[in-house]
């Protein structure tokens, strides 16, 4: 979750209403879009295009009404700006919500209408996969915009961003363990993996070469005896995995799992993984693991490796190694967040938002100039 800068004076009545909660989170347009025909119901929100035109995946979910859909999307575009700035990408923030379930709602007319709807905003947003969303809705969009990506590897798109977000998270796990340890190994180091997704077996293969001691855990149980059995991870109980003396836990499922209930039973020295909005609430958790000597690595720094993957495919025919190679820079990206932490005193959550926005704020200045 990311902070709202401070209401300014000329703020609207704080009435709870759409533009109150634009100008809260600092939003440019937001797009509330219908068509009774396919009962496609869905908001696309632009955060900020400072850096580039807004990206960020279209998710399909059953909310349980357009206010709850509303906050989803204005969070989630919001932390895509931050994302997108930190990863050194020229993008902004955007995220689209469709208001379904996606086992029942789509169809290729669904699907195609939407991509209109993206279509009409000329290219200031561009759409991707998200949760409940597949590669195969991204072809359907594509056939009525050029404004969508993650598109399969067959057809000349970037295909699964999985792995390459994976990897991102791991040079994240070593640069917090450089941090820590003095160096970059991760050997005989016990990580605990929540979610054993497309993310987190990725992560879980990359521990095993490492030769870190791994345990996982999932509500999957079939997935998790696989993994288990593939990569020797130990499993362990949903709830236990906060209570396991780990030197490493990588939340790879689920948002706010670092809450003030978790953190009285969380042992480790680090937390490193892939979920989005790991810090319940930012200001709070960000100072507490700092009073208790938590390595916080960034969660929007380290899973950049999905958005970095996809930016590969824009303007261009995607291009795998130079993907991973700009995958390479989060390293170099999480350690001088750290740097920045010390030098100024802060938690890891505040400098990283910082260098973010520094970014956007110096090449605005850049683009007035011309
Ligand atoms: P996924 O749906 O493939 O995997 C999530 C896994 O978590 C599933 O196996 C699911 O069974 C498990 N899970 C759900 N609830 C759980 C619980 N209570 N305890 C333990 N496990 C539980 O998703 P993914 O693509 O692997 O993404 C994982 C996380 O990383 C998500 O939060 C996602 O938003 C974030 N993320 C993913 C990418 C990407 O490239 N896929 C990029 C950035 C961020």
């Known amino acids: 979750m990311i902070e709202t800068k401070e209401i ?39 955060h900020n295009t400072v850096l580039g035109p807004s990206l960020g995946g279209c998710r399909i979910w059953k909310y349980n009404n ?39 709602i789509k169809s290729e007319a669904f699907m195609r209408r939407f991509g209109r709807f993206v279509d009409d905003l000329g290219g200031k947003y561009i759409t991707a996969e998200d949760v409940g969303s597949t590669s195969r809705d991204m072809e359907y969009i594509k056939m009525e915009t050029n404004h969508v990506t993650g598109i399969p590897e067959s057809m000349g798109g970037s295909g699964d961003p999985s792995p390459v977000t994976a990897y991102g998270v791991l040079l994240g796990m070593k640069a917090a363990a450089n941090e820590r340890w003095g160096s970059d190994s991760l050997k005989g180091k016990k990580v605990s993996v929540q979610g054993i997704g497309n993310v987190g077996e990725h992560l879980v293969k990359h521990l095993a070469d490492e030769g ?17 059995s593939k990569y020797k991870a130990e499993v362990v109980a949903l709830d236990a995995i906060y209570d396991i003396d780990v030197d490493i836990y990588a939340p790879c499922a689920l ?36 009073k208790r000597g938590i390595i916080y690595a960034p969660d929007f720094v380290i899973n950049s490796g999905g958005l970095i993957n996809v930016y590969a495919e824009l303007g261009g025919a995607y291009n795998k190694t130079r993907a991973m190679q ?35 704020e110096a090449i605005g200045r850049v683009k007035l100039n011309h």
């Open 255 to 290: 948002g706010a799992t670092v809450n003030n209930d978790t953190l009285n039973k969380l042992k480790c020295s680090i937390i490193a993984g892939s979920a989005n909005n790991q810090l319940a609430d930012e200001k709070v958790q960000g100072e507490e693991l700092v």
């Open 66 to 104: 357009e206010q709850e859909a509303l906050n989803d999307v204005l969070r989630l575009s919001r932390g895509m700006t931050y994302k997108a700035s930190v990863a050194g990408l020229n993008l902004g923030g955007g995220k689209s919500v469709i208001m379904g379930d996606a086992k029942s």
């Open 8 to 46: 300014k004076k000329s703020a609207p009545m704080n009435d709870g209403g759409i533009t109150t909660q634009m100008f809260t989170y600092d939003h440019e347009e937001v797009l509330f879009c219908n068509d009774n025909a396919t009962g496609l119901k869905a908001i696309i929100a632009i």
């Open 326 to 360: 700009h995958a390479d820079k989060i390293y170099d990206i999480t350690k001088s967040i750290f740097a920045l932490a010390k030098a100024e005193n802060i938690p890891t959550y505040l400098a990283a938002n910082k260098v973010a926005e520094k970014r956007i």
């Open 212 to 228: 870190a001691k791994i345990y996982i855990t999932d509500i999957n149980q079939e997935k998790l005896k696989e993994v288990a």
